[in-house]
Nanobody
Framework: QVQLVESGGGVVQAGDSLRLSCAAS????????MGWFRQGPGKERQFVAVITRSGKNTYHTDPVKGRFTISRENAKNTVYLQMNSLKPEDTAVYYC?????????????????WGRGTQVTVSS
């Protein structure tokens, strides 16, 4: 089992920045690719970004490219999502997830463990 706890959400204005953190416990953190997903009001949960086990490779979905950056510190069992130039459409509950899959998984079905989420609200 892997336990994931997100933090860092909040209410900000458009153009502001936030950094989300996800602390993992349980099994060996570096055995898992880590992803961030989000679910906006009235929307399905969607993929945001993923980072490989080593942290050497990342992939971000098009709507956040150039604004969001995923990173990880395996020594701290933590994955981050740096969010800059936030827009009202980024308002969502953000979830981190852990995947046993190799590479850069982007499908929800590829993820084995999920956190409970942290709310990000961006006002215009």
């Amino acid at each position: 089992q892997v336990q994931l706890v997100e933090s860092g959400g909040g209410v900000v204005q458009a153009g502001d920045s936030l950094r989300l953190s996800c602390a993992a416990s349980g099994r060996t953190f570096s055995d898992y690719a880590m992803g961030w997903f989000r679910q906006g009001p009235g929307k399905e949960r969607q993929f945001v970004a993923v980072i490989t086990r080593s942290g050497k490779n990342t992939y971000h979905t098009d709507p956040v490219k150039g604004r969001f950056t995923i990173s990880r510190e395996n020594a701290k069992n933590t994955v981050y999502l740096q969010m800059n130039s936030l827009k009202p459409e980024d308002t969502a509950v953000y979830y981190c997830a852990a995947s046993n899959s190799l590479g850069l998984p982007s499908a929800q079905m590829d993820y084995d463990y999920w956190g409970r989420g942290t709310q990000v609200t961006v006002s215009s």
